[in-house]
């Protein structure tokens, strides 16, 4: 299988509590970006990538959440001292061209409690 | 700022039927529309990208139109079936992501 793919799946912690996510995107694409998406409502942009370059995190993303790709080819997506409002699903999608699709990963479904 | 938004309430049809779900943006006409689909539980998956100078693209049984003066995306689904019944996300670009609506969830019922 050569899409993205993220892990875990599913993450329950308890508040207060540290989680990372990885995700493993398309080797051929450049671009990796975070989202966030809760009960309906789309994917909430959190954090681009190009390739190794943090190039654009939103004003949603608090000084808890921090990501990084070294090396421009896998993606970690931490979140430090969680909170019940971080319950959502965390979703990476990836590209080769700032127009062109994005490819999504099946994403990590967060719960805290 | 730039909106987009999408009818919230879901969209019951029967098969066979056509189903056109509307995106409406604000302000700007963005450079393009990009339409994802998104089953419970799994990432969005990429169906179509309209460009502003386009006023239709068809891909099999999608179609989607861009009118820049109702500002105003549609998406349609002939001859739909239950399996099409999903959620269907509009996104316009942003600075250099992309910006989704909340989302239409299709029902198709047989």
């Known amino acids: 299988d050569t899409g993205v793919s993220q892990d875990p799946r599913h993450k329950i912690t308890k508040r207060g509590q540290n989680v990372t996510f990885r995700c493993d995107p398309i080797s051929e694409h450049n671009r990796l970006y975070w989202y966030r998406q809760t009960l309906g409502q789309g994917p909430e942009f959190l954090t681009y990538f190009q390739n190794e370059a943090q190039l654009e995190k939103s004003r949603l993303l608090s000084d808890r959440f921090s990501a990084e790709r070294p090396k421009g080819s896998f993606s970690t997506l931490e979140i430090q001292r969680t909170e019940q409002g971080d319950s959502a699903m965390y979703l990476c999608?990836?590209?080769?061209?700032?127009?062109?699709?994005?490819?999504f990963g099946p994403g990590t479904r967060l719960t805290v409690l | 700022s730039q909106k987009i938004e999408q009818n919230s309430e879901a969209l019951n049809i029967q098969e066979g039927k056509t189903a056109t779900l509307t995106c409406n943006y604000t302000?700007?006409?963005?450079?393009?529309l990009q339409w994802y689909r998104q089953d419970p539980g799994r990432g969005p998956v990429f169906l179509l990208l309209?460009?502003?100078?386009?006023k239709e693209k068809r891909k099999e049984r999608l179609k989607v139109t861009f009118d820049t003066t109702l500002k105003q995306s549609l998406f349609h689904i002939t001859a739909s079936q239950p399996a099409d019944s999903a959620t269907y996300l509009c996104?316009?670009?942003?600075?250099?992501?992309?910006?989704f609506g909340k989302g239409t969830m299709l029902l198709v019922s047989p």
């Open positions: 302000n700007y006409s963005p450079a393009y």
């Open positions: 999608a990836s590209s080769s061209g700032l127009a062109g699709e994005q490819f």
């Open positions: 309209i460009r502003e100078n386009e």
């Open positions: 996104a316009q670009p942003g600075y250099s992501t992309l910006t």
